[in-house]
């Protein structure tokens, strides 16, 4: 049996950790992982998934301090549509309560859908270019990068998570990802 959380070598520079978690039927966030502050690509076929099921996992990752998510596979521009709107709707409240307002403690969540990319591309991009805001909020917090897969990419995502030469090689050039 698979861990649900796997953690693989750290990037490059060694700066940023790296782990990749197994997606869950139900779509819940894993406390588990033990992290604050981080990036996320998601693949997953999500045409099956509630509103519901996407966001409680939205709203689990913002809990934790997702300041990035990437999304990429059937259906993946709903999944990023219903994380702003968990972001702009519930997440200064979930957290602080519904008297507070926005504070440097929560992150600006960047979001993106990668529907026409390939998955290397998608994952090219996420891994490379889906780095927070470089203000204050996060240049003292450790990077991590995290990718949420469902079991049919998961070998696919984490052969291309070791050998970064290889996902270098096969990440399409030439496609724009979508806002």
């Known amino acids: 049996m698979t861990e649900r959380i796997e953690r693989l070598p750290p990037d490059q520079d060694g700066r940023r950790q790296v782990l990749l978690i197994n997606l869950s039927d139900d779509w819940t966030w894993p406390p588990e992982a033990g992290i604050e502050w981080f990036t996320a690509f998601i693949a997953a076929d999500a045409t099956e998934m509630t509103v519901n099921a996407v966001t409680s996992l939205a709203t689990g990752m913002l809990a934790h301090r997702c300041a990035y998510v990437s999304v990429w596979g059937p259906d993946c521009e709903r999944v990023h549509d ?3 709107e968990v972001y702009v709707q519930d997440y200064p409240h979930t957290l602080l309560g519904p008297e507070q307002a926005w504070s440097p403690d929560l992150p600006f969540l960047m979001t993106t ?11 090219w991009f996420a891994l490379y270019n889906a780095w927070p805001s470089e203000d204050g909020y996060y240049e003292n917090r450790p990077p991590t990068f995290v990718a949420l897969v469902r079991p049919e990419y998961r070998e696919e995502v984490r052969a291309f998570l070791l050998d970064r030469e290889r996902l270098d ?3 399409d050039d030439g496609v724009e990802s979508q806002h």
């Open 82 to 84: 219903i994380f702003d």
């Open 113 to 123: 859908w990668h529907e026409s990319e390939s998955l290397a591309s998608a994952l």
């Open 169 to 171: 090689h096969e990440a």
